[in-house]
C-alpha cells in the first residue's frame, strides 16, 4: 500500500478543505509543525480515514464530536471529512469517511465510501478489502507512536495484557492466522466428522455403546469449549473494563498518586503506632522493676563495701578464735585443740596472743551483716536492659511522629482538591481494583477451563480411535474421513508451530540487522526474541542487557517495527509522530539514516527542537528526502498544510 | 500505731503520698510514661536513697493521706524494705514508714531535677557502664 493523498475537511485545527500530496516516489518526507499546530492530529486524520477512530493519550478513543474543527466558535459537534487516497496492487482507492452528516432526527452519524479504480464497493466488500489491505490490529505498525513504546517491553513479560495483544498484533501482521484459521477449520470440520462417526456407530449393535460413549464426550467437550469461549469472553470483557476505567483515571494522575502515597503512608503510620506500642508495652511490662536498676549504682556500691567489710570481719574473728584457743592453752596446760601438754616453751610462744575480741560478737557482726548482703544482692536490676527498652521506645515514637508528619502533608494536599474528586477517584481506584481481582480470577478459571477442555477433547480422541480400531463396516467411511482429518490437523497444528519459530527467526534476525544500524553502543551485539516476540539486547557473550535504557526501548521498538515490515506479506508507509523522542543526537542520526530501509514510504512528523534540518538534509542525500511540508498557524484553532520546509 | 521493725513491732501495711506530693508524683508519670503511680513511688525511693536524702520527715511532710498503698502491692517482695535496712542497719523507725517518707521526698527532688533539666529521661537516672 502507498499512500498518495490526503484531503481534510474541517478535522481538528484543519480548517476548510486541505490536501497533503505525499511524494510519488521511495524516501522520506518530512512534516514540521510546533507543538499544538496538529502533528498528531494529521496522523489521527489518517487513522480516522482507515479505521474510523481518533486516539488521544494513552491510545484513549476521542470523542469524535469533539473532533471537527471549532474556528467558527461553536461548542457544537462539527461535522468534518478525509478522503485517504492510495494505491495497491496496482489498483487505486479512494476512502471517504464524514462524520456529521444528519440522519434525519437531528443527530449524527458516519459515512464510508470506498472507490476503487473509479467503482463505488458496496459496504461488505468495503469492509473486506480494508481488512485485507490493512487491519486495525496492525495498524501500530505502520501508524507509529512512539508514546506507546512502553507496550513493547511489554512483550518481555509473557502473560503481560499490552504484551498479549501485541503479540497477536505482530502473529496478524506476519501472516500466522492464515495458518491458524485453517487449522481451526479443519477441527470443526473434524469434529462434525466424530459427531456423524458417533451416529453411524450409534445404527450398529457391535459398536452401538461406543457410538454413545463418543457422543456423550462430545456433548462434553462442546460443553468444555463452551465454557472456555465464555470465560474468554468474560476475560476481555473485564480486561476492556480495565483499561476504561485505567483510562479515567489518567486524567486524575495526580489525586490517584496522592491517595495512593496517603494509603501506603497510612499503613506505615499503623505499623510504627504498632511498633511503639509494643516498645511502649515492653518498658511497661518492667516499670514495676525499673527502681531496681535506679538503685542499682548504690546497691553495687554498698555490696563492695560489705564484701571489704566481711572479709575483715571474717579476719577479726579467726584471729579472735586463735586468741581464745592460745589463752586457753596457757591457762590450763593442754591443748583444746589435740590435747596435748604445753611446755613452758610453747606457753611463752603463745602468751602474746590475747584475746582482743570476742568472737561471738563478731559472729553476730557477721551474720548481720551477711544478711544485708543478702538484701542487697536481692535488689538486682538492669540498667542497660532498661536504658535500651526506653530509647527504643523513643525511636518508635519519633519515627511514628515523623511518619504522622509525612501523612499529614499529604492529607493537606489531598485536602486542596476540588470537592468530590477525591471521593471519585477513590471510588474509581476501588472499582478497578475489584475488576482487576475479577480478572484475575476468571483468568485462573479460564485456564482450569482450557485445561479441562483438552481433558475432554482428549477423552473424545479416544473413543474415536477405538471406534476406528474395532473395524465395524457401518463406521468404516466416517472412520477414514475422522483419521484423515486427525492427521490433518496434526500437520497444521505442527505447521502452525513451525511457521512461528522461523517467523521468530526470521524477525530475529532483520531486528538486529536494524538494531545493529541503529545503536551508538559498540557492545551491544545483538537482539534475541522471546516467544510472545519481546527482544532483549544481548552483549557479545550472550548475556543479557539488564534494565536497558528509554532510549534504547526505543530503539528496539523501531528495530522490532522495521523487521516486521520486512517480514510481513503487508507493506505499508511508516507514519510517525515525535520519532526521535527519546534519543540522543547520535542514535538520531543513526535512525534517520536508517529510516529508508524500513519502508517505501516513510513520513516523520517533526518539529525542529526534535530533528535539525540540516542534520536531516545532510543524511537523506541521494534523493532519500522525497518531500517537505509545514503546519503554518493561521490562529490556536486553525492551521494551514504547506509544501516546503518552514520558512 | 507502729513499732520499730528493729524492735519486733507491727509494721505499717498502708503508704501513701502526701497531698501536695500526689500531683507532681502524677506529673512524673505522664513525663516518664510509667503505666502506675506505683512505679514512681517506687523509683522515687530508689532515686530519694541514690542520693542519700535524709530518713526523717521535714517539717512541712504534711499528712500522707493522698493516693494509698498497700505495702504487699507496693513492695511485693519486700525488696524495697530490704534495701533500706540494709543500707541503715541503724534504723529503728517503721521501715515502711521510712519508705513512704522517702517516696514523698523523693518525688519532690526528682521533679526538681526535671525541672531542672537535669533528668530527662529515665536513661538520666540510669548508670549503664
Known amino acids: ?647 | 500505731m507502729t513499732q520499730p521493725a528493729a524492735a519486733g513491732g507491727t509494721e505499717r501495711v498502708n503508704v501513701a503520698f502526701t497531698q501536695a506530693v500526689e500531683p507532681v508524683a502524677r506529673r512524673l508519670q505522664t513525663r516518664l510514661r510509667m503505666p502506675n503511680l506505683m512505679d514512681v513511688a517506687r523509683i522515687a525511693v530508689a532515686f530519694a536513697v541514690r542520693q542519700d536524702l535524709p530518713l526523717g520527715r521535714p517539717s512541712d511532710f504534711g499528712p500522707a493521706s493522698n493516693a494509698n498503698y498497700n505495702v504487699g502491692s507496693l513492695d511485693p517482695g519486700r525488696d524495697l524494705r530490704g534495701l533500706v535496712l540494709a543500707l541503715h542497719p541503724d534504723l529503728t523507725d517503721d521501715p515502711y514508714r521510712v519508705i513512704e517518707t522517702l517516696m514523698n521526698v523523693g518525688t519532690l527532688e526528682l521533679d526538681r531535677q526535671v525541672n531542672a533539666g537535669t533528668v530527662v529521661s529515665l536513661q538520666d537516672l540510669l548508670v549503664t557502664s
Open chain 1, 1 to 647: 500500500m502507498r499512500l498518495l493523498r490526503l484531503d481534510v475537511d474541517d478535522f481538528g485545527p484543519y480548517r476548510g478543505t486541505q490536501r497533503y500530496d505525499f511524494a510519488g516516489v521511495p524516501g522520506v518526507e518530512l512534516l514540521w509543525g510546533e507543538n499544538g499546530r496538529g502533528k498528531t492530529s494529521l496522523l489521527n486524520a489518517i487513522r480516522y480515514a482507515l479505521f474510523g477512530v481518533v486516539l488521544g493519550r494513552a491510545s484513549a478513543q476521542i470523542d469524535l464530536t469533539t473532533v471537527g474543527n471549532r474556528d467558527h466558535g461553536s461548542n457544537e459537534p462539527s461535522p468534518f471529512k478525509t478522503t485517504l487516497t492510495f494505491e495497491h496492487g496496482g489498483q487505486t482507492f479512494k476512502l471517504t469517511r464524514a462524520y456529521g452528516v444528519s440522519d434525519g432526527a437531528g443527530g449524527v452519524r458516519e459515512r464510508v465510501s470506498l472507490v476503487r479504480d473509479g467503482d463505488v464497493l458496496g459496504p461488505e466488500e468495503r469492509d473486506q478489502q480494508m481488512a485485507r489491505l490493512l487491519p486495525e490490529q496492525i495498524a501500530r505498525f505502520f501508524l507509529f507512536d512512539a508514546e506507546l513504546l512502553q507496550e513493547y517491553e511489554q512483550l518481555l513479560n509473557p502473560g503481560s495484557d499490552a504484551g498479549d495483544k501485541l503479540k497477536a498484533a505482530i502473529e496478524r501482521i506476519l501472516g500466522v492466522p492464515v495458518l491458524t484459521q485453517a487449522r481451526d477449520d479443519v477441527a470443526a470440520t473434524l469434529k462434525r466428522a466424530r459427531t456423524l462417526q458417533a451416529k453411524a456407530a450409534q445404527k450398529d449393535k457391535a459398536t452401538r455403546d461406543l457410538g454413545n460413549n463418543l457422543q456423550i464426550a462430545q456433548d462434553y467437550a462442546d460443553q468444555a469449549r463452551n465454557n472456555v469461549e465464555a470465560l474468554t469472553e468474560q476475560v476481555e470483557s473485564l480486561q476492556t473494563d480495565v483499561n476504561e476505567v485505567e483510562r479515567s483515571l489518567a486524567g486524575s494522575a495526580r489525586y490517584q498518586k496522592l491517595l495512593a502515597t496517603r494509603n501506603e503512608r497510612r499503613l506505615e503510620v499503623e505499623r510504627l503506632q504498632q511498633r511503639s506500642t509494643e516498645r511502649n508495652d515492653e518498658l511497661a511490662a518492667r516499670a514495676s522493676e525499673i527502681w531496681r536498676a535506679v538503685a542499682s549504682p548504690l546497691v553495687t556500691q554498698r555490696l563492695a563495701e560489705l564484701e571489704r567489710l566481711d572479709d575483715d570481719l571474717s579476719e577479726r574473728y579467726r584471729r579472735a578464735i586463735e586468741a581464745q584457743q592460745g589463752a586457753l592453752a596457757v591457762s590450763t596446760g593442754q591443748c583444746p585443740t589435740c590435747k596435748q601438754e604445753v611446755g613452758t616453751a610453747a606457753a611463752a610462744l603463745l602468751h602474746p596472743h590475747k584475746p582482743t575480741d570476742d568472737p561471738a560478737t563478731l559472729q553476730a557482726e557477721m551474720v548481720a551483716l551477711r544478711s544485708r548482703r543478702a538484701a542487697l544482692r536481692a535488689i538486682g536490676g538492669d540498667p542497660a536492659l532498661i536504658a535500651r527498652l526506653e530509647r527504643e521506645a523513643d525511636q518508635a515514637r519519633v519515627d511514628l511522629s515523623d511518619a504522622q508528619g509525612q501523612l499529614d502533608d499529604v492529607e493537606a494536599d489531598l485536602a486542596d482538591a476540588p470537592p468530590g474528586t477525591l471521593e471519585a477517584v477513590s471510588t474509581i481506584i476501588e472499582q478497578l481494583a475489584g475488576y482487576k481481582a475479577s480478572l484475575t480470577n476468571t483468568r485462573n478459571r479460564l485456564a482450569e477451563a482450557r485445561a479441562d477442555a483438552v481433558a475432554k477433547e482428549n477423552a473424545v480422541t479416544a473413543l474415536s480411535d477405538r471406534l476406528h480400531r474395532a473395524g465395524a463396516g457401518s463406521t468404516g467411511v466416517e472412520d477414514r474421513r475422522v483419521a484423515l482429518l486427525s492427521q490433518l490437523l496434526a500437520l497444521l497444528t505442527a505447521a502452525v508451530t513451525d511457521f512461528r519459530d522461523r517467523l521468530r527467526e526470521s524477525v530475529e534476525e532483520e531486528a538486529t540487522k536494524i538494531f545493529r544500524l541503529l545503536s551508538a553502543e559498540p557492545d551491544y551485539d545483538r537482539l534475541r526474541i522471546n516467544d510472545s516476540y519481546g527482544l532483549s539486547i544481548l552483549f557479545a557473550d550472550g548475556s543479557p542487557v539488564i534494565n536497558r535504557s528509554s532510549g534504547y526501548e526505543h530503539v528496539v521498538a523501531l528495530s522490532l517495527t522495521a523487521a516486521l515490515q520486512r517480514c510481513s506479506p503487508m507493506s505499508g508507509p511508516f507514519i510517525t509522530d515525535s520519532p526521535f523522542g527519546r534519543l540522543d543526537g547520535r542514535h538520531k542520526r543513526h535512525v534517520l539514516a536508517t529510516l529508508p530501509q524500513i519502508s517505501d514510504q516513510v513520513m516523520l512528523l517533526v518539529h525542529d527542537e526534535e530533528l535539525d534540518r540540516q542534520m536531516a538534509l545532510g543524511l537523506l542525500q541521494d534523493g532519500q528526502l522525497v518531500a517537505e511540508h509545514h503546519l503554518r498557524r493561521v490562529s490556536g484553532r486553525h492551521t494551514q498544510i504547506e509544501r516546503g520546509a518552514p520558512a
